[in-house]
């Protein structure tokens, strides 16, 4: 399973673009990447998922550059309640029933005023 | 948008009795997984479960452990004999059977052994 490497924590304003990248240089071919939010007390909460180039929802973007070595979450215009712990998470979802996700420490974004 | 619930959200427990974590995943979800998180530190993969059996599981997930699926619909953690190390949030999450989809979590348990 790949490991992977983000920035410990973050500072942000309201209104602002914020974006984190994940470091994954051993991806393996058959590995998506996936991000989770936590909130405290909370379980981590889907926010978004690809495998290359570049994924949109109602809540984020994923870039993934041709490389596949890192990829960059970009949450746009920021509010105080997207101030959580952001993972990112790389394995691969077509391995038969080992899907287990293994994760790092997270990137601790702090949203203020 | 259907979720994963568990209960009950806090367990306080004394050292060495028999706790069950229950967790009622997604309804037509077929892969189940239970993680653990001591406070402040990283989510932790115990097992994952598929066909009513266990797909795999980590080094944490020893004979203290097990897991269930009694009937259609619960997905259950046993911690037989509990410990002080015990003690941290427990997520039970599910996923679909289709190719790349993501798992889905609950709010957790806190369990708290005294």
């Known amino acids: 399973l790949a490991k992977t490497t983000q920035p410990i924590s973050m500072d942000s304003y309201e209104g602002q673009e914020v974006n984190i990248t994940c470091s994954h240089n051993n991806i393996a071919t058959n590995d998506y990447i996936t991000w989770y939010q936590q909130f405290p007390s909370q379980g981590p909460r889907f926010i978004i998922q690809?495998?290359?180039?570049?994924v949109t929802n109602e809540v984020a973007s994923l870039f993934i550059p041709a490389d596949r070595k890192s990829s960059t979450l970009s949450l746009p215009r920021v509010s105080l309640s997207d101030t959580a712990v952001y993972y990112c998470l790389v394995g691969d979802l077509n391995a038969g029933n080992n899907r287990k996700l293994i994760w790092g420490l997270g990137t601790s974004l702090a949203v203020n005023p | 948008e259907p979720e994963v619930t568990q209960t009950p959200s806090h367990q306080v427990t004394q050292m060495g009795q028999e706790v069950i974590l229950r967790c009622v995943p997604i309804?037509?979800?077929?892969?189940f997984y239970w993680y653990r998180q001591i406070l402040g530190q990283k989510v932790e993969f115990l097992v994952s479960f598929y066909n009513n059996e266990i797909s795999e599981k980590s080094e944490i997930f020893d004979d203290q452990f097990s897991v269930e699926r009694p009937d259609g619909s619960n997905f259950t953690l046993k911690i037989r004999s509990t410990k002080l190390e015990d003690s941290a949030m427990y997520f039970c999450?599910?996923?679909?059977?289709?190719?790349?989809?993501?798992?889905?979590f609950g709010d957790g348990t806190r369990l708290s052994i005294l």
């Open positions: 690809g495998y290359k180039t570049k």
């Open positions: 999450a599910s996923s679909g059977s289709s190719v790349n989809q993501p798992q889905h």
């Open positions: 309804s037509n979800h077929l892969y």
